[in-house]
């Protein structure tokens, strides 16, 4: 049985790279979005189990999508997946509910990690 998986960025081979990372094993459908807007459209259609999330983004940012996660109390495990990886951003990030925050480019090393750090995998 898969569970539903959203990533969510602005770029096309920003969201390819992270699917990409996916470890093999892992029973993913997989969701795509290009801003936080339509992550949000998505998180409220239907139940999506991990948030692979960018940061700088248009039309919503994933900050905005963190707090509106928070504000709507959707359930979901979201790891920010981003090159802005200054610290005041990664402490952020982490009180708005991120579970982890991974330095774009992503590696399958650190993401596997991840994954498994919080019993995602």
Known sequence: MSFPVLICDDSKLGRKSVERSLPDGLA?????????QEAMELLR???????FLDL?????????VLEAIRAERIEVFVIVVSGDVQPKMRDRVLGLGALDFIKKPVSQEKLLESLQMYGLY
């Not at 993913?28 to 936080?36: P, Q, T």
């Not at 700088?56 to 905005?64: A, F, H, I, L, R």
């Open 45 to 51: 259609a239907k139940p999506i189990t991990i948030l």
């Open 28 to 36: 993913a459908e997989i969701h795509m979005a290009s801003h936080g």
């Open 56 to 64: 700088t983004m248009p039309v919503m940012d994933g900050v905005e």
